[in-house]
C-alpha cells in the first residue's frame, strides 16, 4: 500500500509555503469577519460546523448512553426526546445541509470554473452571519430549556401539546435556511455566469454538476419549509388554524409541506458528497469517471426525482391508498440514477491504477456504506415493509447509513482530499489511513445493530426498552465511542498539520482539476491570469504533456 | 523558483504563481468604480445580478406556493365556507388598493426608466411616489384588519361563528348576498378561510414593509445621485421585487376577494 502512491511533494529542503496567499494577504479578526473571499468564508464556515457537529456528536454520545441499558436511568424520558431533538436539529440544519456545500463547495467551485470569487461575494458572506444567528438560536433554545417535538415539528404536537422552546427552534432553521438558500442562489448564478473561457457545461467537474443540482434542491425547496415554520409558529403565538383539526384544518398537510423540503433535503446533504467521491475516485484511479455525461445527468435526475417522493414519509398517516403506490413507485425510481453512479465510480475503478490514500479509503467507505442505506431505503420505500419498519431503529440505521456512513465519510474524504490545496500542507498519511480505518469499523458497529433492532421491533425514540434488546444495544454504543474517536482524530492531526506537515506544492495528487494549477494556498484572486479550459475534465493525458513540457524547459535551465 | 512546484502547468507556470508574476499589474485597468473586481465586464456583473435576482423571486415563488397550495386544497374541501367568508370581504377596499398596487410599479418602472436614462430628480420623484402608495396600500389594509377585528372575523383568540350560522345578524352583507346559513361543522372552516387569509395578506404585507425600506434607502442614495451615473442594477432589482410583490397582491385579491362571489 505504501510503496504504491502517486503523491509528488516538492523538495522538502527547498519547499516553502508561497508568501503571498488568501491567508497572509490581510491580517486580523475584521479582515476575517468583513471578507468577501469565498476562501475564507469556507474556512470561517468550517470552523462553525465542525463546533456544531461536535455539539450534536455529545448529542448523539448521550442518546447512546442512555440506550445502554434497558431503563430509562441516565436521564428523565424528557430529557431523552429533547436530546435527540436537538441532536437532529443540529446535524441535519448546522451540519449536514451545509457540511460539503458550503465549506468545500465554496472553497473549489470558483477555482474549479476559473473564476476569482463566487458571482455575490457579500451575499456569501450574509449567508455565514445567517447561520451563526441560526446556530446561536440553536444553542439558547437548548440553554433555555431545549425542544422535544424531534426534528420534525410533527404538528398538533407543536402547535399545541408541548411547551418548550418549539419558536426559538423554529426561527433558528427559518434563519439557517436562508443561509442555504443564499449558497445555492450563489452557486447557480456562479456556475452559470462565472465560468471561465473554454469551460464549457461538459468540461466542469462532476463536483461542480453535483452542487449545481444540489443548489437546485436548496432553492426551491428551502422556501417551503420556511412557510411551513411560519404557519406553525403563527398556530402556535396567535392560534390560525391552517394545522389545527378543531378549526378545520389539517394536520397531514403540515406533513405533505415540511416533507416537500425535507426529503429534498437528504439529497441537498448526499448530492455534494457524491460530487467529492467522483473526484476522488477518477484521481486515485488515473482515470476519466466512466460515463461522465450519465453521472452528470444523473445528479440532475436525483433533484427532480427528489421533488417527487416526498410522501413516503407519510405512509402510515393516513394518505390515499393510490398516493401510496405513486410515491412508492417514484420512490423506487430515485434508485436509477443513484445506482448509475455508483456503477460509474465502480467501472472508473476498473483497470485503472488504484492508490489507497486516505481520501480513496473514505470513498470506498462512502460507497459500501451508502449502497447499504440506499438498498435498505428500497424496504422503506415499498409500502408493505414500510408499515412494519417505519418508526422502528430500522429507519434509523437506513438514514444514518447514508448520512453519517455516505456523507460524514464523502465530506472526510473531501477535507483530505483538499487540505493541501486550502493549507499547503499535508496531512500525516498512516495516522489518517488509520483513522479512516477506525471510523468504518467504528460506524459499522454502531448502525448495523439498528437494523436488526428495527427488524425486532425496537421502537425508536423511546429511552427504555425490553432486556432482550440490551446485547446488540451495547454493540451499538460500543461502536458509538470508537466512532468518536474516529472523529476526533483528524481533528487533532488536521490541526497538527497545519505547522508541522510536509509542503504539498501546487498539486499533490497530479490531479487535474483547474484548482490544483493554481499555487497552494491559493492566492486572494485565485489566479493571477484567467485560466482557459483547452481539454476535457480528468484528462490525464493532457497533465502528462503538460509535466512533459515543463521537465524539457527545465532542463536547459538547470544545466 | 522557490517553491518549484511538482506539477506546475507547463509553459504558462508563471501565470498561475503570484510569486513570479511580472504581469500582476496589467491586472487593474481602467474600468468604472462599481465594477467589483471578480468580473470581467460592467455587462457580466450587471447579468450576474439580474439572474440572482430571477433566482431569489423564484425562491418567494415557492414560499408563497406553500400558501397557495393550502388554499387551493381547502377551497375545494370546504367551498361553501370559502364562499360565505369571501362576501365578509370589502370589495371596495380591495379594488382600492389594488389600482394602488398597480400605480406605484408604474411608478416603479418609471423610476428604472429615470435611472437608466440618467435622470436624477425624475427618480427621486418616481421612487417618492412609490414609496406613497406604498404606505396608502399598508394603510387601507390596517383599515380592512380593523373592520375583521370588530366583526370578529380574527382566527384565534378572536373569532366567532355568528355571521355564518346566522347570516341575518350582519344585515348589510345579508342584503347583498342573502346567505343561507352554514351548518356549524361547515361554517367552522370559515375560521380556516380567515387564517389563510390573514397569513397570505399578513405575509404579502411583510414583504411590502421591507419594500417601503428599502425604498427609503434608495430614495436616500438617489438623492446623492447613486444610481444615475450608471450603475443601474439595485434600482433594476427592485423593480424585480416590487413588481412581483404587486402580482401576488393580484392573484391574492382574485383569490379572496373575487372568485365566486357571485354564482
Not at chain 1, 181 to 196: D, E, Q, S
Request: glycine share 8%; aromatic share 16%.
Amino acid at each position: 500500500m505504501s510503496t504504491n502512491t502517486i503523491v509528488s511533494l516538492p523538495d522538502q529542503s527547498t519547499a516553502r509555503i508561497p508568501k503571498d496567499n488568501f491567508i497572509t494577504r490581510e491580517n486580523g479578526l475584521l479582515s476575517w469577519l468583513l471578507t468577501g473571499d469565498h476562501k475564507r468564508i469556507a474556512i470561517l464556515y468550517l470552523i462553525s460546523i465542525t463546533f456544531f457537529f461536535f455539539i450534536g456528536g455529545a448529542l448523539a454520545g448521550l442518546i447512546r448512553l442512555e440506550l445502554l441499558t434497558p431503563q430509562a436511568d441516565l436521564m428523565a424520558t424528557d430529557t431523552y426526546n429533547k436530546v435527540f431533538t436537538m441532536h437532529g436539529v443540529i446535524m441535519i440544519f448546522f451540519f449536514l445541509v451545509p457540511s460539503v456545500p458550503a465549506t468545500l463547495g465554496n472553497f473549489l467551485i470558483p477555482m474549479m470554473i476559473g473564476a476569482k470569487d463566487l458571482a455575490l461575494p457579500k451575499i456569501n458572506l450574509l449567508s455565514w452571519y445567517l447561520y451563526m444567528a441560526g446556530g446561536i438560536l440553536a444553542i439558547y433554545t437548548m440553554a433555555s430549556g431545549g425542544v422535544d417535538t424531534g426534528w420534525t415539528f410533527t404538528t398538533p404536537l407543536s402547535t399545541h401539546y408541548v411547551n418548550t422552546n418549539v419558536l426559538t427552534t423554529g426561527l433558528a432553521v427559518f434563519v439557517a435556511g436562508f443561509s442555504s438558500i443564499f449558497t445555492g442562489l450563489n452557486f447557480i448564478v456562479t456556475i452559470h455566469k462565472m465560468r471561465a473561457p473554454g469551460m464549457t457545461w461538459f468540461r466542469l467537474p462532476l463536483f461542480v454538476w453535483a452542487h449545481y443540482a444540489a443548489s437546485i434542491l436548496m432553492v426551491l425547496g428551502t422556501p417551503v419549509l420556511a412557510i411551513a415554520i411560519v404557519l406553525v409558529a403563527l398556530e402556535r403565538t396567535i392560534g390560525i388554524g391552517i394545522f389545527d383539526p378543531a378549526k378545520g384544518g389539517d394536520p397531514l398537510l403540515f406533513q405533505h409541506l415540511f416533507w416537500f423540503y425535507s426529503h429534498p433535503a437528504v439529497y441537498i446533504m448526499i448530492l455534494p458528497g457524491m460530487g467529492v467521491i467522483s473526484e476522488v475516485i477518477s484521481t486515485f484511479s488515473r482515470k476519466r469517471v466512466f460515463g461522465y455525461t450519465a453521472v452528470a445527468f444523473s445528479s440532475v435526475a436525483i433533484a427532480v426525482f427528489g421533488f417527487f417522493v416526498w410522501a413516503h414519509h407519510m405512509f402510515i398517516m393516513g394518505i390515499s391508498n393510490y398516493a401510496v403506490l405513486v410515491f412508492s413507485l417514484l420512490t423506487m425510481l430515485v434508485a436509477v440514477p443513484s445506482a448509475i453512479k455508483i456503477f460509474n465510480w465502480a467501472f472508473t475503478l476498473y483497470k485503472g491504477s488504484i492508490t489507497f490514500e486516505t481520501p480513496m479509503l473514505y470513498a470506498f467507505g462512502f460507497m459500501g456504506l451508502f449502497t447499504i442505506g440506499g438498498m435498505t431505503g428500497v424496504f422503506l420505500g415499498a409500502s408493505g415493509t414500510d408499515i412494519h419498519l417505519t418508526e422502528t431503529y430500522f429507519i434509523v440505521a437506513h438514514f444514518h447509513f447514508v448520512m453519517v456512513g455516505g456523507m460524514l465519510m464523502a465530506f472526510l474524504s473531501g477535507i483530505h482530499f483538499w487540505w493541501p490545496k486550502i493549507t499547503g500542507r499535508m496531512y500525516p498519511e498512516k495516522l489518517s489511513q488509520l483513522a479512516a480505518l477506525v471510523t468504518f469499523i467504528g460506524f459499522n458497529l454502531t448502525f448495523f445493530p439498528q437494523f436488526i433492532l428495527g427488524v425486532l421491533g425496537m421502537p425508536r425514540r423511546y429511552a427504555s426498552y425490553p432486556p432482550e434488546f440490551q446485547i446488540l444495544n451495547v454493540f451499538s454504543t460500543a461502536g458509538a465511542t470508537i466512532l468518536g474517536v474516529g472523529y476526533m482524530l483528524p481533528v487533532l492531526y488536521l490541526l497538527w498539520s497545519l505547522k508541522y506537515g510536509e509542503i504539498a506544492g501546487n498539486n499533490p495528487w497530479q490531479a487535474t482539476g483547474l484548482e490544483w494549477q493554481t499555487q497552494s494556498p491559493p492566492i486572494t484572486e485565485n489566479f493571477v491570469v484567467m485560466p482557459v479550459m483547452d481539454h476535457e475534465a480528468y484528462d490525464y493525458e493532457w497533465l502528462e504533456s503538460q509535466n512533459q513540457a515543463q521537465q524539457q524547459e527545465e532542463v536547459p535551465s538547470a544545466g | 523558483m522557490p517553491d518549484s512546484p511538482a506539477i506546475a502547468h507547463g509553459a504558462e507556470r508563471s501565470v498561475y504563481n503570484a510569486d513570479n508574476a511580472d504581469n500582476a499589474d496589467n491586472l487593474h485597468v481602467e474600468h468604472p468604480p462599481y465594477l467589483r473586481h471578480h468580473f470581467n465586464s460592467t455587462e457580466q456583473q450587471a447579468d450576474t445580478s439580474s439572474f440572482a435576482m430571477w433566482l431569489f423571486l423564484l425562491t418567494e415563488v415557492m414560499f408563497f406556493g406553500g400558501l397557495f397550495t393550502a388554499y387551493l386544497i381547502y377551497r375545494n374541501w370546504y367551498y361553501p365556507a370559502f364562499v360565505a367568508g369571501s362576501h365578509q370581504l370589502n370589495v371596495i377596499w380591495g379594488t382600492t388598493n389594488t389600482v394602488v398596487l398597480i400605480l406605484s410599479s408604474f411608478t416603479m418602472a418609471m423610476g428604472v426608466w429615470c435611472a437608466e436614462t440618467g435622470r436624477r430628480k425624475g427618480l427621486v420623484l418616481s421612487l417618492s411616489l412609490t414609496f406613497i402608495l406604498g404606505l396608502a396600500f399598508l394603510g387601507i389594509k390596517t383599515i380592512e384588519y380593523h373592520e375583521k377585528w370588530e366583526k370578529h372575523h380574527v382566527p384565534g383568540f378572536h373569532y366567532s361563528l355568528s355571521s355564518f350560522t346566522e347570516p341575518q345578524s350582519d344585515p348589510a352583507i345579508y342584503a347583498e348576498y342573502h346567505d343561507k346559513p352554514l351548518a356549524p361543522d361547515m361554517a367552522r372552516h370559515t375560521e380556516l378561510y380567515f387564517s389563510l387569509y390573514f397569513a397570505m395578506t399578513g405575509m404579502h404585507a411583510l414583504h411590502m414593509i421591507i419594500g417601503i425600506g428599502i425604498l427609503g434607502f434608495m430614495i436616500f442614495r438617489a438623492r446623492a445621485g447613486a444610481y444615475t451615473s450608471g450603475h443601474v442594477t439595485f434600482v433594476e432589482n427592485f423593480g424585480l421585487y416590487w413588481h412581483f410583490v404587486d402580482i401576488v397582491w393580484i392573484y391574492l385579491f382574485a383569490l379572496l376577494y373575487l372568485i365566486s362571489r357571485h354564482q
